[in-house]
């Protein structure tokens, strides 16, 4: 059964700093992998969709990486802002058409 | 991006009495919708998988007749939670994916359900 895990649970860091988002899952062979944001009490903002045959995503300040062979996915955000202060997400895909398998995520808290 | 608009976005209702919750896929078809519940700081759980003009799939545990799914068109499924009850207070999140292969799922705004 796939198992998705996120480290660190939270995370405090001051505006501008560079950060990294860590994310594992047991079963390597996966279809996709997605981040998304999640502001409190409201629903999911992706992010970043990467597909099994790429290796990494960049949108803006955010760049995601996949590494199959290893079970991993980071994401990665440049300058931090207050605004990025929530949280994020990874999931998987195991096949396509099926429901993701979420992890159960970091929330970001960056200060001013 | 596509847009899947779910409603109504909060809910409070009296215990043993029934809720139903929507989800449209505004700008594109999907023949699956997922319906997922987040308990506080815990992450997305699916309970079921709901497919266009057929029965739902639902996740082991999940009561099929406490929680009922009908997916009717393309474009929209519905949850409706059964005989409420206190323990049924959750955040209800819809997913769709669009027809196409290889595309990433949209997500609703969820429903903030409290039972009284």
Redesign the interface.
Known sequence: KQEVTQIPAALSVPEGENLVLNCSFTDSAIYNLQWFRQDPGKGLTSLLLIQSSQREQTSGRLNASLDKSSGRSTLYIAASQPGDSATYLCAVYNQAGTALIFGKGTTLSVSS | ?AVVS?HPSRVICKSGTSVKIECRSLDFQAT?M?W?RQFPK?????MA?SNEGSKATYEQGVEKDKFLINHASLTLSTLTVTSAHPEDSS?Y?C?A?PLE??T???????T?LTVV
């Open positions: 991006g779910q699956t997922f997922y815990k992450s997305l759980m699916l998988t955040f999140i997913s994916r292969v290889n990433e799922a949209f997500f609703g705004q969820g903030r």
